[in-house]
């Protein structure tokens, strides 16, 4: 909440400048001063840098333009060329279009493994890897991973390991302090959490591990621009309270979900019936506020989202206004239909990111499509 504030030594501004320049004079000859091109660091980049970091419990954070940006930096900077990445079965689908790309050109080794299962994946682990990319909640069936174990697992074997954080947020769940290398975050989810800027942060444990991956999103030009670091900052301000206020949202929806005869299956981490339920209570603060459940069928799908008034059927998360999303027809269309079933995700299967709305809303709006998923059987 208080970074940057009343930190302007010319005017006394309480909350700090947008800095549009995207040059800075040098003090003199030979002298540049802390910036020099906005590419390389920009003031207003560095407030928003800094308050992710601490956030986070890292040694400094890189703001990126795009969470894919934060996803592509650690891939090249920290995989040996070659090297071997092992990435969740049922990762992002744009960070599986990625390793995936990246494998078929021959740039690097991709396995996949199931990290919700701490046996299968050490074992994973123990065959031959040099960077472990972890996601947890999944998406979308908020699967978890034992963090710390799967952490000393990577590092007992020699691998480096990251962990996309964008589900969770250091609200709930701060992954540095359980022994990962890296965390990304796709900051257009829920640091900025107002759906009106594209950016992406990587925070490390190690400070020479953040100037590394700042040389390089400095080298490869995806560094994040200074307005969208600005509205950013302004969204990241009241994080601690739209989290809190999402969750309370999300608990109220799950109790009408698990109630309702429509519904064929909830996937929420805060159900004791969840399969990680006492892992996620051990490891998370709150069990986050994305919501998974099963109404059978793509025509289900249609009728109950067909008539939706405080949902909007849209792609992303982690804004103040409640979205719903098909899965297999939108966030995981890129992934081919066999690896879309590996990874467990169905035509029935609908994806809720809770906003900040009135439960009582959010919850009557639902409950009408799902009576009318039922009445339509
Ligand atoms: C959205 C998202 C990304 C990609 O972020 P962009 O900001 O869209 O580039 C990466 N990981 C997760 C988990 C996401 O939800």
């Known amino acids: 909440m208080r970074a940057g504030i009343n930190t302007d030594t010319a005017h006394g501004a309480v909350v700090p400048p947008v800095y549009l320049s995207t040059t800075y004079a040098f003090d003199g000859f030979d002298r540049p001063g802390e910036y020099d091109y906005s590419r390389a660091g920009n003031p207003t980049r560095s407030v928003l840098a800094t308050a992710i970091a601490e ?4 040694a400094g954070a890189v703001v990126t333009a795009s969470g894919m940006a934060a996803v592509t930096v650690p891939v090249l900077a920290l995989l040996p060329p070659g090297g071997t990445l092992l990435a969740p079965f ?3 689908g744009g960070s599986w279009r990625l390793f995936d790309a990246l494998e078929r050109t021959g740039r690097l080794k991709l ?3 199931d990290f919700s299962d701490l046996e299968g994946a050490s ?3 123990a065959a031959g890897a040099d960077l472990v990319w972890l ?3 999944s998406n979308p069936l908020l699967r978890i991973t034992d963090l710390a174990a799967i952490s000393s697992a990577a590092h007992a074997a020699g691998a480096l390991v990251a962990v996309d954080n964008t589900f969770a947020t250091p609200v709930v769940q701060r992954p540095l302090t359980l022994g990962a290398d890296v965390v990304v975050h796709s900051a ?7 759906s009106d800027v594209v950016s992406g942060a990587i925070i490390a444990a190690e400070a020479d591990q953040v100037s590394e991956l700042a040389w390089w999103a400095n080298t490869l030009g995806v560094t994040g621009g200074a307005l969208d670091a600005y509205l950013t900052l302004r969204g990241l301000r009241t994080l601690h309270l739209r989290m809190a206020a999402a969750q309370r949202n999300a608990a109220a929806v799950v109790e009408l979900l698990v109630a309702h005869p429509a519904v064929r299956a909830v996937h929420y981490p805060g159900l004791a019936e969840h399969p990680q339920h006492d892992l996620a209570v051990r490891q998370q603060d709150g069990f986050g506020a994305i919501v998974t459940f099963d109404v059978g069928t793509g025509a289900a799908v249609r009728t109950l989202v067909e008539g939706l008034v405080t949902f909007c059927l849209a792609e992303s998360l982690g804004g103040v206004e409640s979205l719903v999303s098909h899965p297999a027809t939108m966030t995981h269309a890129a992934m081919p239909p066999e690896v ?3 990874a467990g995700i169905t035509d029935g299967m609908l994806r809720l990111s809770l906003g900040v709305e009135d439960p009582d809303d959010l919850v009557a709006d639902l409950r009408a499509g799902l009576d009318r998923a039922l009445a339509a059987r």
């Open 135 to 137: 996601e947890t909640p």
């Open 111 to 113: 396995r996949l493994a």
């Open 188 to 194: 257009t989810k829920y640091l900025n959490g107002h």
């Open 123 to 125: 074992a994973d682990i």
């Open 90 to 92: 049922d990762c992002y």
């Open 340 to 342: 879309r079933a590996a």
């Open 55 to 58: 956030l986070e419990g890292g």
